[in-house]
């Protein structure tokens, strides 16, 4: 049983900047995908980054130049970097994975918050 617990998230002026981290209890080698989704209110879920084992990234173009994401298997842990973070960025921040056999899993959320 994988568990993901997001942290890092808060309030932030526009143009600055958030690092949020995601540790996985159960291994997170095993995931065949990694991903950062958020939801606003009334708004669906999107997917902000993700990343697959081989190391392809991929960001949609709201977020392109400005959020990365990375992993330390090692530590069992998934980064999103977040530079430049508009009042749009507003949302629950939640980090996703996909392991061997299909299962997604997905953590309970972190929220940030971007003050114009």
């Known amino acids: 049983q994988v568990q993901l617990v997001e942290s890092g998230g808060g309030l932030v002026q526009a143009g600055g900047s958030l690092r949020l981290s995601c540790a996985a209890s159960?291994?997170?080698?095993?995931?065949?995908?990694l991903g950062w989704y958020r939801q606003a209110p009334g708004k669906q879920r999107e997917l902000v980054a993700s990343?697959?084992?081989?190391?392809?990234?991929y960001y949609p173009d709201s977020v392109k130049g400005r959020f990365t994401i990375s992993r330390d298997i090692a530590k069992n842990t998934l980064y999103l970097e977040m530079n430049s973070l508009k009042p749009e960025d507003t949302a629950v921040y939640l980090c996703?994975?996909?392991?061997?056999?299909?299962?997604?899993?997905w953590g309970q959320g972190t929220q940030v918050t971007v003050s114009s």
């Open positions: 990343i697959t084992t081989g190391g392809t990234t």
């Open positions: 159960g291994g997170m080698g095993s995931m065949n995908f």
């Open positions: 996703s994975g996909v392991g061997p056999l299909g299962r997604r899993y």
